[in-house]
Nanobody
Framework: QVQLVESGGGLVQAGGSLRLSCAAS????????MGWFRQAPGKEREFVAA????????DYADSVKGRFTISRDNAKNTVYLQMNSLKPEDTAVYYC??????????????????WGQGTQVTVSS
């Protein structure tokens, strides 16, 4: 059974930083692509960032490029999202996801097999 547990969310002022973590259990983490998505109230869930297994490839939504950095520690089965220069429009529930045993990064929700429960990020102006 695969479990993804996000942490690190919270309330921060605009311009501040947060670091999200997602700890994965189960074999699905092996040779996988890991992604972060977010969903703001009244909006659809959207792609934020993804990273390949060997960390050679990353992809970011245009809205977060230059501000967010995705990384992973395969020994710890953990993926991170460092979020800097946060804006009120970054307010959302952030979800991590696993694209199991596939090496290519995709930005669509259906491309991911397992999801965490989400962690709230609120950026005040």
């Amino acid at each position: 059974q695969v479990q993804l547990v996000e942490s690190g969310g919270g309330l921060v002022q605009a311009g501040g930083s947060l670091r999200l973590s997602c700890a994965a259990s189960g074999r699905a983490f092996s040779s996988s692509v890991m992604g972060w998505f977010r969903q703001a109230p009244g909006k659809e869930r959207e792609f934020v960032a993804a990273i390949s297994w060997y960390r050679e490839f990353t992809d970011y939504a245009d809205s977060v490029k230059g501000r967010f950095t995705i990384s992973r520690d395969n020994a710890k089965n953990t993926v991170y999202l460092q979020m800097n220069s946060l804006k009120p429009e970054d307010t959302a529930v952030y979800y991590c996801a696993v694209r199991s045993r596939v090496s290519t990064i995709v930005t669509t929700l259906r491309g991911y097999d397992y999801w965490g429960q989400g962690t709230q990020v609120t950026v005040s102006s």
